[in-house]
């Protein structure tokens, strides 16, 4: 299992999901870049399908949307890789937010429970 831990959040693999927990409110691109690289790995070690659990992560700030966005190009830019996404209707950005991966990749399975 690979995993990056900092004061308050992480982010977990497990075989081929990944799992955000916490508040995430790092500054900019370059901050997200160690997470940016762990979804590649997974991205490039995957054949099938990817599921991202975001259900335990309370907050993601702009900068961390913008990253979910760009990893969802990435995987509908795959073609043969399914994605998706779990999320929980009681985290108010959630609902907002995640709709709109499926504009940028309408294939993705979006899971708001």
């Known amino acids: 299992m690979r995993e990056i831990i900092a004061a308050d959040h992480s982010v977990r693999v497990e075989g081929e999901t990944i799992h955000f927990e916490g508040t995430m409110r ?36 702009s900068s961390g949307i913008n990253l979910l966005a760009k990893f ?28 709109n991966l499926k504009r940028l990749f309408p294939a993705t399975v979006l899971q708001i429970t």
Request: zero cysteines.
């Open 26 to 61: 790092l500054s900019g691109t370059e901050a997200y870049a160690p997470i940016q690289a762990l979804m590649a790995d997974v991205l490039n070690m995957t054949r099938q399908g990817i599921t991202l659990d975001l259900t335990g992560l309370e907050f993601l700030n």
């Open 72 to 99: 969802a190009i990435d995987v509908r830019n795959r073609q043969s890789v399914a994605l998706t996404v779990l999320g929980a209707s009681r985290i108010p950005w959630q609902p907002k937010s995640l709709p």
